[in-house]
């Protein structure tokens, strides 16, 4: 079973800080197949469609960000321990979404067809 779940959502005050991690587990990302994929961040707020912020390439030597996002989102990735992880600075009421990670064997991509996401975690910004 191929499982990708999310870790540190909760409420934070704006002009605060957070970080998500991404645990991927499975048959799939066992031994060092985890570092052979592609890792994505989404998003979706209420009422609002799921949108890219974010992602990794499969060694972690490219990233890319949603222009809305960038300088305020960081992403890093430890493929010893099947980690991802995403730092948001300077967090606003606008970063009030599920969050989700994804995983992909594509070249990073902000195409939102990736082949396995987790659950989601929610972040809530109060002003």
């Known amino acids: 079973q191929v499982q990708l779940v999310e870790s540190g959502g909760g409420l934070v005050q704006a002009g605060g800080s957070l970080r998500l991690s991404c645990v991927a587990s499975?048959?799939?990302?066992?031994?060092?197949?985890?570092?052979?994929?592609?890792m994505g961040w989404f998003r979706q707020a209420p009422g609002k469609e799921r949108e890219f912020v974010g992602g990794?390439?499969?060694?972690?030597?490219?990233?890319d960000y949603a222009d809305s996002v960038k300088g305020r989102f960081a992403i890093s990735r430890d493929n010893a321990k099947n980690t991802v992880n995403l730092k948001i600075n300077s967090m606003t009421s606008e970063d009030t979404a599920v969050y989700y990670c994804?995983?992909?064997?594509?070249?990073?991509?902000?195409?939102?067809?990736?082949?396995?996401w987790g659950q989601g975690t929610q972040v809530t910004v109060s002003s």
């Open positions: 994804a995983a992909d064997r594509r070249v990073l991509t902000r195409d939102p067809d990736y082949a396995t």
């Open positions: 499975g048959r799939t990302f066992s031994g060092r197949t985890f570092s052979l994929y592609t």
């Open positions: 990794i390439s499969w060694r972690g030597g490219s990233t």
